[in-house]
C-alpha cells in the first residue's frame, strides 16, 4: 500500500487532539493582532483615524442587554450613555439638549446667540424634570389668569401652587390647573377660579420615595411640599413621575433629580457674563468653546471660573497632544475636549495644516489625561457606532457628534428639500455663515425688498437696532478672528439628510454600543478600557483594500436600513 492511500485511510495521525487546541495556544509567543501601544506607533504607522484598524473579537458568555454603557466625562460627572452632542448653533440648542439628557447623555448649548436665549435655553433644561422641585413658580390670589397662560407660554406648564405672598415660603391658599384657566376670561382673579378645597399635601422632611408614592396614589398632578405652619417649601410634578419611566437612562444631578444641561462660552473677557447668567440659570458644566485651548486666554478662564464658581464642571480643549492637554490640566480642568480638524465640515487641517489624524489624538491626550483622573471626550470624526466603540476603546469617556444628530428632528432650523430628499442645514462654526451671524448692522434672516419681492441683499439695520441686535460672534473668537479683517474659513456649509427624531436614533447607537461591547467580550466601558490598557483587547490594522472589503460591496444596488 503507498503512503498517500495510508494518508488517506488514516488521516487521524495527522492532526491534534481537539482537547489539545488552548494548550497548543499557548504555544504562540503572542496573541493574535496589535497592542494598543504597538497600534498607536506613530514612528512605523503614522498618525491614524477610526477607519484604519478594527478591534479583534473576544469570547461572549452574556447578552447585549446586560452591557452597560455608564461613562465619566468630567471628574464629577458620569453618563449613562457616552453622547454628546456639539455645541453648534444647527445641532444644540434647548430642545436637543433636554432630548439627550433624557436619553442619557448631555447636550452642550451653543453660544453663537444673545446670552438672554442661552440662558432661556439652560433654563428650560433644568425645569423639564425634577425631584423636589426648590423653585417652583409661584403666583398669588391677585395674580391673573393671564398670568398662568404666559407661564404655559414660556415654560410649557401651567400647574403652579398659589400662596398668600406669590412666592415660595407664603402659606399655601390653593393651586391652579390647566382646567381652571380653561374658558376663564384673562382678566379673571386666581382667587375667583383657583382650588382650594381637597389639596392634597406631604409634610416637609417626607422622603422623595414617599413623596412619589403619594402623588401617584393621589392622581393629581402637582404635590405641594408644606412646612408645619402649612408654607409652600417645595413641589413635586406627576409628569417627572411619568418620564421616570419613560426615561429610565435619564441624566440627572443625583441631588436634585434634574437632568443634567451644559453651555458653552469663549475665552473673552464678555464670556464672564454670560457664564454668570447661565450659572444663575442652574448650569452644571461649562464648555470651553475654542478651536486651539493652550492659549493663555483658556488658562486665565479656567482659573478664573474655579475660584468663582468652584462647584461648576469645566470641559476645556480643543487639544490634540499631551502638551497642550498639560496646560489646561494645570489649570484646573475637569475634562477634556479632543480633536482639530477631524470634522465632517471643519477644513482646518487643509487650511491650516494644523491639526491631527483622530484616533492618534484620543489615545495620546486619554493615555496623558487618565493619570491624572481627567476625563476626555472625543469631539469629531464621528460617523457611525463603530467610530464610537473605537474612540471609547481608545480611553475617551464619550463622544461628541455633531453631523451625525444634525438633521434630526431636535436640531435648529427648518427643513427643506434638495434634489428630491429632505433635509436640514448643518454648518461649521468656522465657516463664513456661521462667522456672519450676529453681525452689526445685519438683521438675520431679512433681507430688502425690490419691488414688493425679497431682495439679494440683507437689510441693514439702524443705529439703535444694531446695538440691541449684536451679541459677540461665537465662531470668531473661537478661531481667534474676531479681529481680523479678512475672514479665513475653517469650515463649510452644507446640509444633511432628514435623520427623524434623536428620541429613535440615540436608542439605535446605545443599542449598537451594546452589541459592540458584547461582541468584544467586555460588559462596560472600563472593562474595555481596561482590557485595551493591559493588552488583552487587541486591535489590528487596516489596509485600503481591507477597509473596502468591510463594507459593502460586488452589488448592482442596496439599500442600507440602520434601525427599524
Given at each position: 500500500m503507498s503512503s498517500t492511500t495510508s494518508t488517506m485511510s488514516n488521516p487521524q495521525t495527522l492532526f491534534l487532539h481537539p482537547s489539545k487546541a488552548f494548550e497548543v495556544l499557548r504555544e504562540y509567543t503572542s496573541p493574535d493582532g496589535l497592542s494598543i501601544k504597538e497600534l498607536m506607533n506613530s514612528s512605523l504607522h503614522g498618525g491614524l483615524t477610526y477607519n484604519d484598524f478594527l478591534v479583534l473579537p473576544g469570547k461572549i458568555d452574556f447578552s447585549a442587554r446586560e452591557v452597560v454603557t455608564d461613562s465619566r466625562i468630567t471628574r464629577n460627572v458620569v453618563l449613562r450613555t457616552p453622547f454628546i452632542s456639539?455645541?453648534?448653533?444647527?445641532?444644540?440648542?434647548?430642545?436637543?439638549?433636554?432630548?439627550?439628557?433624557?436619553?442619557?447623555?448631555?447636550?452642550?448649548?451653543?453660544?453663537?446667540?444673545?446670552?438672554?436665549?442661552?440662558?432661556?435655553?439652560?433654563?428650560?433644561?433644568?425645569?423639564?424634570?425634577?425631584?423636589?422641585?426648590a423653585d417652583p413658580v409661584v403666583l398669588s390670589p391677585e395674580h391673573?389668569?393671564?398670568?398662568?397662560?404666559?407661564?404655559?407660554?414660556?415654560?410649557?406648564?401651567?400647574?403652579?401652587?398659589?400662596?398668600?405672598?406669590?412666592?415660595?415660603?407664603?402659606?399655601?391658599?390653593?393651586?391652579?390647573?390647566?382646567?381652571?384657566?380653561?374658558?376663564?376670561?384673562?382678566?379673571?382673579?386666581?382667587?375667583?377660579?383657583?382650588?382650594?378645597?381637597?389639596?392634597?399635601?406631604?409634610?416637609?422632611?417626607?422622603?422623595?420615595?414617599?413623596?412619589?408614592?403619594?402623588?401617584?396614589?393621589?392622581?393629581?398632578?402637582?404635590?405641594?411640599?408644606?412646612?408645619?405652619?402649612?408654607?409652600?417649601?417645595?413641589?413635586?410634578?406627576?409628569?417627572?413621575?411619568?418620564?421616570?419611566?419613560?426615561?429610565?437612562?435619564?441624566?440627572?444631578?443625583?441631588?436634585?433629580?434634574?437632568?443634567?444641561?451644559?453651555?458653552?462660552?469663549?475665552?473673552?473677557?464678555?464670556?464672564?457674563?454670560?457664564?454668570?447668567?447661565?450659572?444663575?440659570?442652574?448650569?452644571?458644566?461649562?464648555?470651553?468653546?475654542?478651536?486651539?485651548?493652550?492659549?493663555?486666554?483658556?488658562?486665565?478662564?479656567?482659573?478664573?471660573?474655579?475660584?468663582?464658581?468652584?462647584?461648576?464642571?469645566?470641559?476645556?480643549?480643543?487639544?490634540?497632544?499631551?502638551?497642550?492637554?498639560?496646560?489646561?490640566?494645570?489649570?484646573?480642568?475637569?475634562?477634556?475636549?479632543?480633536?482639530?480638524?477631524?470634522?465632517?465640515?471643519?477644513?482646518?487641517?487643509?487650511i491650516m495644516a494644523v491639526g491631527r489624524p483622530q484616533a492618534s489624538a484620543i489615545y495620546a491626550v486619554a493615555e496623558f489625561a487618565s493619570r491624572f483622573g481627567v476625563p476626555v471626550i472625543a469631539d469629531g470624526g464621528i460617523s457611525n457606532t463603530g467610530h464610537i466603540v473605537k474612540a471609547l476603546a481608545l480611553g475617551a469617556g464619550a463622544v461628541m457628534m455633531g453631523g451625525l444628530l444634525a438633521g434630526t428632528t431636535e436640531a435648529p432650523g427648518e427643513y427643506f428639500y434638495h434634489e428630491g430628499k429632505r433635509v436640514k442645514t448643518y454648518r461649521g462654526m468656522g465657516s463664513i455663515e456661521a462667522m456672519e451671524k450676529g453681525k452689526p448692522g445685519l438683521a438675520q434672516n431679512s433681507t430688502s425688498k425690490v419691488n414688493g419681492k425679497p431682495g439679494k441683499y440683507p437689510t441693514p439695520l439702524s443705529k439703535a437696532q444694531a446695538e440691541n441686535h449684536l451679541h459677540e460672534n461665537a465662531a470668531t473668537t473661537r478661531y481667534f478672528s474676531e479681529s481680523s479683517t479678512v475672514k479665513v474659513a475653517q469650515g463649510v456649509s452644507g446640509d444633511v439628510q432628514d435623520k427623524g427624531s434623536v428620541k429613535d436614533f440615540l436608542p439605535y447607537l446605545h443599542a449598537g454600543l451594546q452589541h459592540s461591547l458584547q461582541d468584544i467580550g467586555v460588559r462596560n466601558v472600563k472593562e474595555l478600557q481596561d482590557g485595551v490598557h493591559e493588552g488583552r483587547v487587541r486591535f489590528e490594522l487596516r489596509t485600503a483594500s481591507a477597509q473596502v472589503e468591510g463594507g459593502v460591496h460586488g452589488l448592482n444596488s442596496y439599500t442600507k436600513r440602520l434601525f427599524a
Open positions: 456639539s455645541p453648534m448653533d444647527t445641532v444644540t440648542e434647548g430642545e436637543m439638549a433636554i432630548s439627550m439628557a433624557l436619553l442619557g447623555g448631555i447636550g452642550v448649548i451653543h453660544h453663537n446667540q444673545s446670552i438672554e436665549a442661552q440662558a432661556a435655553m439652560v433654563r428650560a433644561v433644568k425645569r423639564h424634570e425634577n425631584g423636589f422641585i391673573h389668569v393671564e398670568d398662568v397662560l404666559d407661564v404655559k407660554a414660556r415654560l410649557g406648564f401651567c400647574g403652579i401652587p398659589i400662596t398668600d405672598t406669590g412666592a415660595l415660603g407664603g402659606k399655601l391658599v390653593g393651586i391652579v390647573t390647566s382646567r381652571d384657566v380653561q374658558f376663564q376670561s384673562q382678566s379673571a382673579r386666581l382667587a375667583d377660579v383657583m382650588t382650594t378645597t381637597n389639596l392634597v399635601t406631604a409634610s416637609e422632611g417626607v422622603t422623595l420615595s414617599e413623596a412619589n408614592d403619594l402623588l401617584r396614589d393621589s392622581k393629581k398632578g402637582k404635590l405641594p411640599i408644606v412646612d408645619p405652619q402649612g408654607r409652600l417649601v417645595s413641589l413635586l410634578a406627576r409628569s417627572d413621575l411619568l418620564k421616570n419611566q419613560t426615561y429610565p437612562l435619564a441624566s440627572k444631578r443625583p441631588e436634585s433629580k434634574q437632568l443634567y444641561s451644559a453651555a458653552a462660552i469663549g475665552t473673552r473677557p464678555a464670556d464672564r457674563e454670560r457664564l454668570a447668567s447661565l450659572v444663575e440659570a442652574g448650569l452644571d458644566i461649562v464648555v470651553i468653546d475654542s478651536s486651539q485651548g493652550n492659549s493663555i486666554f483658556q488658562v486665565e478662564l479656567i482659573q478664573w471660573i474655579k475660584n468663582t464658581y468652584p462647584s461648576l464642571e469645566v470641559i476645556a480643549g480643543n487639544v490634540v497632544t499631551r502638551d497642550q492637554a498639560a496646560t489646561l490640566i494645570a489649570a484646573g480642568a475637569d475634562g477634556l475636549r479632543v480633536g482639530m480638524g477631524s470634522g465632517s465640515i471643519c477644513i482646518t487641517q487643509e
